[in-house]
C-alpha cells in the first residue's frame, strides 16, 4: 500500500501533550495501539507538513471538479 492508495481500514486518531512535554500522536485501530511521541518542534514541522498535504489535496480536488465541467460555450 502507498501513500496514495485507498484503504477500507478504520481508525481513531488522538493528538495531545504528554506529562514529559512531548506531543503524542495515538493511533488505535483493530488490533493496533500505536503511540507516537515527538518533541514540539518535530509536532510542528508534522503540523507544516499535514497544512501543506491539505493544500494540495484541495488544489487536486478542485482541479478534478475543473475538469468534470464543460468548457465549451454554449
Given at each position: 500500500?502507498?501513500?496514495?492508495?485507498?484503504?477500507?481500514?478504520?481508525?481513531?486518531?488522538?493528538?495531545?501533550?504528554?506529562?514529559?512535554?512531548?506531543?503524542r500522536i495515538y493511533v488505535?485501530?483493530?488490533?493496533?495501539?500505536?503511540?507516537?511521541d515527538f518533541d514540539p518542534?518535530?509536532?510542528?514541522?508534522?503540523?507544516?507538513?499535514?497544512?501543506?498535504?491539505?493544500?494540495?489535496?484541495?488544489?487536486?480536488?478542485?482541479?478534478?471538479?475543473?475538469?468534470?465541467?464543460?468548457r465549451g460555450k454554449g
Amino acid at each position: 500500500m502507498s501513500i496514495d492508495s485507498e484503504s477500507d481500514i478504520s481508525a481513531n486518531l488522538q493528538i495531545g501533550p504528554t506529562s514529559l512535554g512531548m506531543v503524542r500522536i495515538y493511533v488505535e485501530a483493530e488490533g493496533v495501539d500505536l503511540p507516537l511521541d515527538f518533541d514540539p518542534d518535530e509536532a510542528e514541522e508534522i503540523a507544516e507538513e499535514l497544512r501543506a498535504a491539505a493544500a494540495r489535496a484541495r488544489r487536486m480536488g478542485e482541479g478534478a471538479k475543473d475538469k468534470g465541467r464543460g468548457r465549451g460555450k454554449g
